[in-house]
């Protein structure tokens, strides 16, 4: 057992206003902005948020759930879903390459996106997460149609690419990368995810 | 000016044996995989080298420095240029892929490289060295024979896929990536790495 929390008294929110969950999720973005993933802390964000810890634990189990759903609320598993499947195969790649930039520029330089991607080489439970991002929102719904060891590999091998993008962009700002377009930037890696995502036995 | 080190007495080196420059490298190794890069200090590749640290600056300029020097005796320039442009176009990505796997295979999952991926997402230093091996070693060398922006482009992105490959396979260990031969890597990845290295104006 921790000790209870203390009820912050004074700025506390009123009663009927907006949505305490959307206030959470907002209180923990600025919280592991700030800290990082390893310092940020459940009760800082009830702070931030001006809320109750327990209000927190009512809607998130720990601090994992709470960064796997501010994730899960900028990342659209639907999106990418039909991004890999809506396309003809030999504009998949360069779709998924300028909706995948577009993303995460909007999200900005401090999103949670780029938190996890600097938390993952060094915290195993980032690490878990991005992997989890990579598998089962990428790897799961490809492979699960089509099955096979091949079709996994090459899978992951479009996730890995997306990730080596990622952070030559946001991270360590490699030029001409961290300046290219979006649609820049599909038009030379495009065609690369595109020859991951076809079927070389052309099924 | 730093108060002078401590001259260890015991356990010196005798005098005449081995090279000084290489046992510092080799100390240097153990501790950065020991402590990271952040934690790493001269001082303490002194005390394992057992020399004095002023020998430790005589071949190194700085704790940068010796970590440039140690990437430097794991990664081979001249290697990497050649693989970039000694083979046919179509191969040259099956080559790059499998040869990249082998090197980070080889060295070892606490290898410098490794470290230095693991550090470059939180330390500037070690994500302006990384940056500088892509900048300096595969785009510097490829782009000078060819210019241009979109030769430029091209080639950070083929470094940017080698990062994230390194970064799925021996960080995350993201399966069935982290368990896949190098060969295998080769097959898949290799036509996609190709396919940016291809000059789309035909040049």
Redesign the interface.
């Known amino acids: 057992m921790t000790e209870p929390a203390p009820t912050p008294r004074r700025g506390r929110r009123p009663k009927g206003q907006g949505n305490p969950r959307d206030d959470i999720l907002r209180a923990a973005q600025k919280e592991f902005g700030d800290r990082g993933f390893d310092r940020a802390s459940i009760r800082a964000v009830a702070r931030r948020a001006r809320v109750n810890p327990a209000l927190v634990y009512h809607y998130f189990e720990s601090k994992d759930d709470l960064f796997t759903a501010l994730i899960g609320s900028q990342v659209n598993p639907a999106r990418i879903h039909s991004l890999l499947t809506e396309h003809a195969r030999e504009d998949a790649g360069h779709v998924i390459v300028r909706g995948f930039a577009t993303v995460w520029d909007n999200a900005g330089p401090e999103s949670v996106l780029v938190i996890m991607?600097?938390?993952?080489?060094?915290q195993p439970t980032a690490?878990r997460l991005?992997?989890e991002v990579?598998?089962d929102e990428i790897v799961g719904p490809g492979a699960g149609r089509r099955g096979g060891?091949?079709d996994?590999?090459?899978l992951?091998?479009v996730?890995?690419?997306?990730?080596?993008?990622a952070?030559?962009?946001y991270?360590?700002?490699?030029?001409?990368?961290a300046k290219?377009t979006p649609s820049?930037?599909a038009e030379?890696?495009g065609?690369?995810?595109s020859?991951?995502l076809a079927d070389p036995t052309g099924r």
């Open positions: 991607l600097r938390s993952a080489t060094t690490a991005l992997r990579i598998v060891r091949a996994r590999l090459r992951s091998l996730g890995s690419q997306l990730l080596g993008l952070i030559a962009r991270i360590l700002r490699i030029e001409p990368i290219a820049a930037l030379h890696l065609p690369a995810v020859v991951l």
